[in-house]
């Protein structure tokens, strides 16, 4: 199948949805009261310990305090909101990102602060656009990786609830914008999000989908430009505080079933790419096995893919973020560490030089 997807979006006012992100996120700080789950701890510490080296227990007094979590603000270019910037400047926020970073779109703001906190939720309000995003900085970096510019056809692989999406926007205006999400109830978490983000007419340009995104390669074979691999993943972050260690236990023995997930959403994302165009790979787990491994995988296995060099972005934003030492040119991963409690995120990113 070539072209557009059917367009699976509806008016805000009709969606009638039962969770609004506001809910989730006030669930999440509810989480922070929580236990840190023993199971998953030790299981982290045996493979990051060997994996990370010395590096690991400061990454894990940062993942083990969540007291101490920082977030960011993605502003809304399509909402601005009077007074808010000078507002986060007296509450100690700055610019999460150097204005001399190579491409970083002028209408692009994020702002974040040292100290740990959240600036309140917005709540989703039908037919009201959102002023900001609430965010990891650190996820913010697959969308400046993927350096999106107008016009172009972009697909977001795995895009619920939609926080890279809404990025994507606030960088450039795509051609075709397709955002697909498999899950039923994370997909309308992701309509809704858009719905609260994006203004028409710009909104007509999305197309969401809600498809196994290992089959989008052979439905739209060399269709995009762009396309961001935002891959399901152990997500150190949640796993750490699983409410039931059993059910965390089971997750901890299924890990490696992810990466082959990880590969297959991967191989699909090449095969939807047209030539020339280029994909970013991105999780939020420490995992080897989930990061490089499954991207040396896809470059031994795939002789039409070729590494893009990210460190010129990597040393860019190297002020507000800590890596880990010593991965190759087109990855990079974020340590948590404090003051900077961004992270994990892993970043790849890859082009398609021909057609087979
Ligand atoms: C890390 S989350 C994406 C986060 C999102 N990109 C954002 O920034 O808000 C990964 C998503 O992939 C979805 N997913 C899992 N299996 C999938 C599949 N086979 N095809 C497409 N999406 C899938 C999950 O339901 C989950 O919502």
């Given at each position: ?50 994996e990370?080296g ?17 977030h ?10 009077p ?10 926020y ?16 994020c ?26 900085a ?59 983000f ?15 995104g ?34 965390a ?10 990466s082959?997930?990880q ?42 893919v ?13 002020q ?37």
């Open positions: 199948m070539r072209g557009p997807l059917p367009l699976a979006r509806r008016a805000g006012a009709a969606l009638g949805l039962g969770r609004d992100p506001g809910q989730v996120e006030k669930k999440a700080e509810g989480k922070v009261q929580k236990q840190i789950c023993r199971v998953v701890l030790d299981h982290f510490e045996k493979q990051y310990t060997a990370l010395d590096a690991w227990s400061r990454v894990r007094d940062v993942l083990t305090s969540p007291w101490c979590w920082q960011a603000l993605l502003l809304n270019r399509f909402s601005p909101s007074g808010l910037e000078s507002s986060l400047a007296e509450q100690g700055h610019p999460a990102f150097p204005a001399a970073l190579p491409y970083l779109p002028a209408a692009f703001r702002y974040s602060r040292t100290a740990p906190g959240r600036f309140p939720a917005q709540k989703h309000q039908p037919g009201r656009l959102k002023g900001y995003y609430l965010l990891n650190a996820s913010l970096l697959p969308v400046l990786a993927l350096e999106v510019q107008d016009g172009e056809h972009v697909l977001d692989l795995c895009a619920a609830p939609g926080g890279k999406s809404v990025a994507i926007l606030q960088c450039a205006c795509p051609g075709h914008f397709h955002c697909n999400e498999y899950d039923d109830l994370r997909s309308r978490w992701l309509e809704q999000t858009i719905e609260s994006i203004p028409d007419p710009l909104i007509n340009l999305i197309t969401v989908s809600k498809l196994d290992r089959q989008i390669g052979d439905l739209q074979p060399e269709f995009y430009d762009k396309v961001l691999v935002d891959a399901p993943c152990s997500n150190d972050r949640s796993w750490l505080f699983s409410a039931d260690p059993q059910q236990a089971l997750r901890l023995m299924q890990r490696k079933e992810l082959s997930l590969f297959q959403l991967l191989r699909s994302a090449v095969k939807a790419l047209r030539r020339g165009g280029s994909l970013v790979y991105s999780t939020c787990t420490l995992s080897r096995a989930e990061n490089s491994d499954v991207i040396n995988l896809l470059l031994s296995s795939c002789s039409n070729m590494p893009v060099d990210i460190s010129g972005m990597a040393r860019g934003v190297s507000e973020f800590t890596f880990l030492s010593g991965t190759q040119q087109h990855e990079l991963l974020v340590l948590p560490e404090k003051g900077r409690a961004w992270g994990p995120m892993y970043v790849a990113k890859l082009k398609k030089v021909s057609s087979t």
